[in-house]
């Protein structure tokens, strides 16, 4: 629910209001605002403002608009009445809601500039929450979000559905001023949103809601224990920095690229096998995929030289966890160098893709280079990758297609916010 600010104003005093409305008017049009009808159409004719409106007074209005004082919609309330009239029995009762639970409340026009003053300095947030990822249930893991953020943003939230996915709402949010938009979902709903937000300067607060994670763990953001909490109190520290994205084709990128098995493995964990087993999903598909997965003839222009290899698997990453294992073949992946880190992974049997992917694993644990004589590496700032057959392409988790592609590192595009233990030693203190 997004903050809001309720407007009430006795017939004598609603062209004070528009007056004050009027001068106010950038900081009002940040929140929902809620009114009596006869106020908040006076406010939408004049001045184009979106108002809720209620009941009139005489009607219930100040009762509905109690309610949602009570609910805890309201970030603030201002009341404007005829000086010399008696305070009635409704509006005692806002005053009393706003005394009991804490609420800003003017009833005169100077206060009622001071509480607009004081909001006006809160950063304008926009959350955009995907209900459909986690195991349990979003209203909880929502709630949860708004209680820890609500006091210290005007925080928007905005529900990805099936027609409104997380890259336009993002793109909405930076159109409407956001100076700050949280992700929470898996890598899908995090890469959407980032790709909306590289080369903006608007800082990107994520709240880990997915099977893998992946780019959580790759920044040190996620955590095993209370990860939505851990998550929140980490946007409230505001600690950021500069890391790279990438393009692959047309496609921003904030993680990785995989060509051939690791695409196949990421089609064949459904949504319901990932409910159903978590993280295992992506091991028992990529078990099952070594049984049919055949090599393929690949091209690789890179930083302008030319490479010919037979392939099982080909990895471009800007950002990958330790159990993204297929990407570590220099041991840790640089999110922050202006390039992108290129694995090639080749195997005839199963047993010999077997022992690659365990020397992989072997060497990501202990961050160090594989020596493994079925897997390349290298670092580069631009790639081009064709095979034949054409090969299937996973971008971020999400099959975008299949060969040729291209692929580009965008450095220092994207600000993300993460632990203070994250951010570079000659960043800490002026970040």
């Not at 309610?67 to 201002?78: F, N, R, T």
């Not at 988790?397 to 951010?423: F, H, K, N, R, Y």
């Amino acid at each position: 629910m997004s903050a809001t600010i309720a407007l009430i104003a006795h017939d004598s005093q609603k062209e004070a209001l528009l007056s004050f409305a009027r001068q106010h008017q950038p900081t009002l049009a940040r929140y929902r605002l809620i009114a009596t009808e006869g106020t908040s159409k006076l406010l939408q004719d004049n001045l184009n403002l979106n108002v809720q409106a209620y009941a009139p007074a005489e009607r219930g209005g100040d009762i509905q608009i109690g309610a949602a004082l009570l609910a805890g919609m309201a970030k603030a309330v201002i009341v404007l009445q005829e000086p010399a009239r008696q305070i009635g029995p409704s509006l005692a009762m806002l005053l009393h809601l706003c005394d009991l639970h804490g609420i800003p409340c003017a009833t005169n026009l100077s206060t009622a500039g001071f509480i607009l003053a004081g909001l006006a300095q809160l950063q304008q947030a926009h959350l955009i929450f995907n209900p459909v990822s986690g195991q349990g249930d979003y209203k909880i893991d929502l709630a949860v979000v708004q209680e820890q953020l609500g006091p210290h943003f005007n925080l928007k939230v905005h529900l990805t559905t099936p027609e409104q996915d997380a890259q336009s709402l993002a793109q909405a949010a930076i159109a409407a001023g956001a100076d700050l938009v949280i992700a929470s979902g898996g890598d899908g709903t995090v890469s959407a949103v980032a790709s909306a937000l590289i080369g903006t300067e608007i800082p990107l607060g994520v709240i880990p809601r997915g099977t893998a994670n992946a780019f959580c763990v790759a920044l040190g953001i996620s955590s095993v224990v209370a990860p939505i909490r851990t998550a929140c109190h980490l946007i409230l520290e505001g600690h950021t920095r500069k890391v790279d994205a990438a393009k692959c084709n047309d496609h921003p990128m904030v993680l990785l690229a995989g060509i051939g098995f690791e695409a196949e493995t990421v089609e064949k964990a459904s949504r319901e096998f990932k409910d159903q087993w978590g993280m295992l999903a992506y091991v028992m598909a990529g078990w099952s995929q070594l049984d049919e997965h055949e090599l393929f003839s690949a091209e690789l222009l890179i930083d302008g030289d030319r490479y010919q290899v037979d392939a099982g698997a080909i990895t471009v990453a800007n950002a990958a966890p330790p159990t993204s294992v297929l990407a570590q073949g220099m041991g840790a992946v640089l999110f922050d160098d202006g390039l992108l880190d290129v694995t090639i992974v080749t195997a005839e049997t199963k047993l010999q893709a077997v022992t690659t992917v365990l020397s992989a694993l072997g060497a990501s644990l202990l961050r160090s280079e594989t020596n493994h004589p079925n897997i390349s590496q290298l670092r580069a700032s631009r790639i081009s990758i064709t095979a034949n057959p054409p090969q299937k392409v996973v971008v971020d988790g999400e099959i975008v297609g299949t060969t040729p592609v291209e692929l580009t590192c965008l450095p220092d595009a994207l600000t993300v916010i993460v632990p203070q233990s994250q951010v570079p030693a000659q960043l800490k203190g002026g970040d």
